[in-house]
């Protein structure tokens, strides 16, 4: 899995490629924890757009980031989710609490 992180004022982005399972998702847990330790960011916007594939493992490093940016009063965004993604958003109960954007300029604009 690829992860890209980019900053925008308040907001770190995250562009997430390949597949998220219990194989890379300390590598996303440790690369979003770092950069939402810092001082100035408040937003998080998770583009998995290019995800292939995301089983629980990737439901719980998001569920996690969620609180870690709630808790500084943040808030999240996932955006460009294909039809399987959203499934499995759906079925771990993500989307009953994070936002889903078309894409990353509209979750940009939302948060």
């Known amino acids: 899995m ?6 925008r004022k308040k907001q770190l982005i995250v562009r997430l490629k390949g597949e998220l399972d219990h ?3 300390q590598l996303l847990r440790d ?5 939402l330790e810092k001082e ?7 583009n998995v757009e290019n995800l ?9 490093v998001i569920l996690g980031r969620y609180k870690q940016v709630k808790a500084k009063g ?11 993604i959203q ?14 954007a078309e894409n990353e300029k509209t979750a940009l604009a939302n948060s």
């Not at 690369?31 to 950069?35: F, G, I, L, P």
């Open 2 to 7: 690829q992860v890209q992180l980019i900053r």
């Open 23 to 25: 194989h890379t998702a």
């Open 31 to 35: 690369s979003v924890e770092k950069e």
């Open 40 to 46: 100035n960011v408040q937003d998080l916007i998770l």
């Open 52 to 60: 292939t594939f995301m089983d629980s493992s990737g439901i719980g």
């Open 74 to 84: 943040g808030k999240t965004v996932i955006c460009g989710a294909g039809l399987h």
């Open 87 to 100: 499934k499995i958003l759906q079925m771990g109960g993500v989307l009953k609490i994070i936002p889903l």
